[in-house]
């Protein structure tokens, strides 16, 4: 479910460079939108001492889920029999709403009955920052229904006096419960909520109820309840109340939300409490809560024995400001491949002083694309690293600031070639049940070993035939890097006839298509995790194929495997023709000739998946309703099916989308719902969580973007009952209502936010501006005293070859940082004032400003 990255179109981007604009006046991005974006990256490491069964069998099937609150975005593959699961899965995705716990559950996987939620680690928002870029071993919490809350309550509270018939004067509690927001799906449906409350005392519990409104997760009860709160002495009618006037002080009012189970038992949906005597200074008290657990919700005698998980997570929020505020940091970025040595550019600086250097490369390879600066700037940082390298033979086989720059280009303009070159043969290999298993110890009672060798070694050579024809595929800037690699590392290892290939190879295929093989998932080349049999047929055809593109294992007629059944089945590829073939390819991606192809003859898959659709046409009862269906999207259409392989149900030509936006919830009472709005009747499509949603939006919206005719508003309700709910038009053609969100780029082949990109690079410098501090230091020092390092640990972590012009950058960096500072500064005191505590957007329970 990681967001999907740019498309490879990013290849041939002909976009100018970025120039250098006049800085706005300050306050002037008052009157302009500062975009709030949400990110979230990071690694499910693995799980340790989880609790056993009581049998003998004591092992767990385990598998891990992320949740936003209470909706789960992400899933992992099921790790079998093991009560210390290793999940190593690396999720990435765009955060589209508002959310006050991140969760992640670790479960016991179930054929027959419900999962089994082992337990849990919740943290809140406000405090993702204290474990950002660090691996943390979290205990695992029970987990326990009243303890699973989310959404909010918006209450009103009034005293008032009324005189009695005797003419005495009584006091009287005004409730008035209004409405509740963000209330979790139930079952994956909106909830049928109601809500009790109670005036709580020492000596009284008086309880009433609301209505229960049907199928929403934002219910409007506008409800108001009365309770008695003191009488008078001389008050002689008989109540089980006596209240006197000092115990308004114990009173609370209690709202508990439940959602209806009709024939089953109610779920309870969390609960705020409220002291009566917020009423002391004032008559009247309005205000948001956050829904709480119950008291006894998390509380437990044995949390330290459900096990632990170890979690490395990096969450960010960036305020994009206007387009302008960033020219100069640009500007200073984009000059990066220019400068000489490298070393002393801002980009090097910024891998330098991240704490984690792939914080750094995310923004830096996604600007450098859009602007055609990539292949520059890695040529001069690969060449970098090649001056480190003694031995050809670990030629680029290190995690630094040079391969992890092309790892992330392969993600980005590589994402089509993958599709059109292994996407084929993976689906064949997920979808039949053929053993490959060739380890003796792993064998199953009933295999052929020499059946299932010749399974694996089917597949092998067929993806090895379709990667190595596939060089017209490969992306223009992915062969004009591969070329300057090549050229380098001839230079550095002039004597060694082989490192032109290695260098190559020990990207394209050990960094890219045995990656791709091993978790087709993550490259959004298969919807689902592959079950565990599968899992292990990839990992032996991933094993092989790095060793087959691995010029020196089979130039040198040796391979590099430790297992003696693998080097046995290796030999099976020890021949002149596949060594001739791996040449070959390499040879042909790393030529300065244009490879990518001027267009496929074949659509290219985007994205897949299961979602419930509305029923275009009337059933013969006259309802529509909603169905499940399998999805499927390509560069040319959009179809729906009744399961994955089986014929279209229905096709809308991508051609003919006008509009994708998403849709309210008050349409159909559910969630995460989006329109495709095309030359036919809008198509109402509800995803199976909020991240699922919005990279749908996304990537339909990118697909039809260049589109004629496109949609400049749209209606954001649905049409229903003879009119749009939205402006209740009666016409069902009636021009839309709101204006759509997704506009047409200026440079439609690139879709990549610079703005977003820029402000996360502004983020790591002003993180890091304590390490940038002690590097201007370092290049002062060096440039003072010339003779030995006396205190090398100052500096001695830094890259610095010219002392002088890192100098310089660096004071340009802080110099832009502190510009920039201010517009963000005064949009957070801004902000925070505007979110009064107990406001919609910040709900008294959470965070106080």
């Not at 070159?421 to 049940?433: A, F, G, H």
């Not at 074949?602 to 309802?623: D, F, N, S």
């Not at 950058?809 to 004032?833: A, C, G, N, V």
Request: glycine share 4%; net charge neutral; aromatic share 8%.
């Amino acid at each position: 479910m990681a967001a999907a990255a740019p498309a490879a179109a990013a290849a041939s981007s002909e976009a100018p460079a970025a120039t250098a604009t006049a800085e706005p006046e300050a306050g002037d991005e008052d009157s302009r939108e500062v975009r709030v974006l949400q990110s979230l990256r990071g690694k499910i490491c693995e799980a340790k001492n989880l609790l056993p069964y009581l049998g003998p069998n004591k092992m767990r099937d385990c598998f891990c889920t992320i949740n936003l609150d209470q909706e789960e975005v992400y899933r992992t593959q099921v790790v079998e029999k093991s009560l210390s699961p290793f999940f190593s899965e690396e999720f990435y995705f765009e955060i589209p709403r508002t959310f006050q716990y991140l969760s992640f559950y670790v479960y016991d996987k179930n054929v027959l009955q419900r999962d089994l939620r082992i337990g849990k680690v919740a943290i809140k928002k406000e405090d993702l920052c204290n474990h950002s870029g660090k691996e943390t071993w979290f205990s695992l919490q029970p987990v326990d229904s009243n303890s699973e809350v989310q959404g909010k309550v918006h209450l009103e509270l009034k005293l008032n006096e009324l005189i009695t018939e005797n003419g005495t004067v009584c006091q009287q509690l005004v409730v008035h419960i209004k409405a509740c927001h963000g209330l979790p799906l139930i079952n994956g449906q909106s909830c049928d909520p109601y809500a009790t409350v109670s005036l709580v005392g020492p000596s009284r519990n008086d309880q009433k109820k609301t209505k229960v409104k049907k199928k929403t997760s934002n219910p409007q009860f506008n409800e108001i309840f009365y309770f008695e709160v003191t009488r008078s002495s001389s008050y002689t009618r008989k109540s089980q109340f006596q209240v006197e006037e000092e115990d308004i002080e114990k009173l609370e009012i209690r709202i508990d939300l439940w959602n209806n189970g009709n024939l089953v038992q109610d779920v309870f949906l969390g609960e705020i409490k409220v002291p009566v005597n917020v009423l002391r200074n004032d008559s009247s008290h309005q205000a948001w809560y956050l829904l709480q657990p119950r008291d006894n919700g998390n509380k437990s005698s044995k949390t330290d024995d459900l096990g632990s998980l170890r979690l490395n997570i990096c969450y960010t929020e960036d305020y994009v400001l206007p387009s302008e505020y960033y020219g100069p940091l640009k500007t200073l970025l984009l000059k990066s491949p220019d400068v000489q040595p490298i070393s002393a550019s801002a980009a090097y600086i910024l891998g330098e002083i991240c704490r984690d250097k792939n914080d750094a490369v995310l923004p830096l390879v996604r600007l450098l694309l859009h602007h055609d600066k990539l292949v520059p700037f890695a040529t001069a940082v690969a060449e970098l690293d090649l001056k480190d390298t003694q031995d050809a033979n670990t030629i680029f086989r290190g995690n630094s600031l040079a391969t992890r720059c092309l790892d992330e280009m392969m993600k980005i303009v590589g994402g089509h070639y993958l599709k059109v070159t292994l996407k084929p043969i993976l689906d064949e290999i997920c979808e039949s049940s053929k053993s490959c298993e060739i380890d003796p110890i792993k064998l199953k009672e009933g295999d052929n070993v020499e059946n299932n060798k010749e399974n694996l070694r089917y597949y092998v050579d067929k993806l090895f035939s379709t990667i190595v024809k596939s060089s017209m595929s490969c992306p223009t800037v992915m062969c004009d890097i591969f070329y300057s690699l090549r050229q380098m590392a001839t230079q550095r290892f002039p004597n060694d006839p082989h490192v032109q290939y290695s260098a190559v190879s020990s990207f394209v295929f050990l960094r890219f298509f045995a990656v791709a093989v091993v978790s087709p998932h993550t490259f959004h080349l298969r919807p689902h995790h592959p079950d565990p049999q599968t899992i292990r047929t990839l990992t032996l055809i991933s094993k092989t194929l790095q060793t087959l593109g691995s010029w020196g294992s089979l130039s040198k007629s040796k391979s590099s495997f430790k297992e003696t059944f693998m080097c046995e089945f290796f030999k099976m590829f020890q021949e002149e023709g596949y060594i001739m073939a791996v040449k070959k390819f390499l040879d042909e991606i790393s030529s300065t000739e244009t490879k990518e192809s001027s267009g496929t003859s074949e659509p290219v898959h985007l994205k897949e998946g299961e979602m419930y659709k509305r029923a275009q046409g009337r059933t013969r009862i006259g309802k529509k309703n909603f169905k499940k269906r399998w999805f499927c999207l390509t560069s040319r259409e959009l179809t729906y099916h009744k399961q994955p392989g089986k014929d279209a149900i229905y096709t809308i030509p991508v051609k003919n989308i006008l509009a994708v936006e998403k849709l309210e919830e008050s349409s159909f009472n559910k969630k995460n719902m989006f329109q495709v709005i095309h030359t036919e009747k809008p198509l109402y499509v509800q995803a199976n969580n909020c991240v699922e949603a919005n990279e749908w939006i996304d990537v339909l919206c990118r697909v039809s973007r260049c589109n004629q005719n496109r949609l400049t508003f749209y209606h954001p309700s649905a049409y229903l009952n003879g009119n749009w709910l939205c402006c209740l038009e009666t016409s069902e053609n009636a021009l839309g209502c709101k204006p759509c969100t997704a506009g047409v780029p200026a440079d439609i082949q690139i879709d990549i936010d610079e703005d977003r990109e820029t402000e996360r690079i502004y983020s790591l410098f002003t993180l890091s501006l304590l390490k940038l501090q002690k590097m201007e230091e370092a290049c002062g020092t060096i440039a003072v005293y010339q003779g030995p390092q006396k205190e090398p640990d100052d500096y001695s972590n830094f890259v610095i070859e010219d002392s002088v012009t890192t100098f310089k950058t660096i004071q340009q960096i802080k110099s832009i940082i502190e510009k920039l500072d201010e517009p963000h500064e005064k949009y957070r005191k801004k902000r925070s004032s505007s979110a009064k505590y107990g406001s919609k957007e910040n709900p008294i329970g959470g965070k106080t400003t």
